[in-house]
């Protein structure tokens, strides 16, 4: 009999959980960066084992919206508390749970689902702070449990994997045993140059970037070519991205690049334009048109 859940993963920003979702898929489906704010939409990562089949759905973090773009990631978070079977909270191993963790845990108890508290980044901290962590954490809700973990080295991973599990309700596995995600390839080129951006470039402009793929093709000898189109909210923002002698371009654009194609094994050719869409952060037709 096939097993499937649906697992949301939550937490205020920044605390990994587009991590997590790399190290269960094993692969990059969702992009990750020091910056908070870098997952935008829900993105499904799959992970399946003999008869079953966890969907882990990565949300942006939950934090207090400054535009339309905000809202609609804040919301992405509660919509998709509506389709799972039960949810973890990410946190961080030192800290006791704040307003963000207290409301998650409201909105989720009031949709009935299970949540499991998973203190992240352990491996940067003495084990010995985690307790405390644990404690305040047991006084905020009746979690199924409190899972201590390392999202960059995987420390204790398989151990959340195997009560998640334990947890799945009979039913049919939602995306093929071999499915990683349901990011098209077109997708995560675009959200693996705007990664780059978050790495390469400081304070508003990053946040203020949109990368659409215009085209994706296989040429005949197997290279993919790509060209990307990337948005940014002001003139002197275009300059920043471009870099002097177009060097910050080159840069972001040669890491993103090299991991297109580990992902798809394959040659990649990338062409890159940079344009400008005054304040596309609060144009609701932009929005749409650039899938958010
Ligand atoms: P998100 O905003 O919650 O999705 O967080 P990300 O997955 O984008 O990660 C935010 C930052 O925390 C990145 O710099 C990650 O490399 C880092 N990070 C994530 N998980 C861990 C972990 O287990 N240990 C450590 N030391 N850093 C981590
Ligand atoms: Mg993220």
Redesign the pocket.
Known sequence: MEKTAVVLIA?R????????LNTIVGSRV?????K????RSRIAGVWTKGETQLVFL?TP?YHKAKSKLGDRMVRTVTESAQSADIALL?CDPEKAPGVPEKTLCERFAAAGLPVIAVL?????VPKANLLPTIAAYSRLHDFAEIVP?????GDGVDELLALLAARAPEGEHIFADDAMTDQSQRTLAAEYLREQFLRHLDREVPHGIAVVAERFEERPDGVIEVELNVFCEKASHKGIIIGAHGETLKAAGAAARKNLEDLLGAKVYMQIWVKVKEDWRNNDYLLASFGY
Do not use: E, M, W, Y
């Open positions: 937490g920003p920044n605390v990994g959980k587009s991590t997590l969702a992009i990750v960066s020091p908070p704010q870098t997952t990565d973090g990410l992240n980044k352990t491996d940067a973990v390392s999202a960059r080295t």
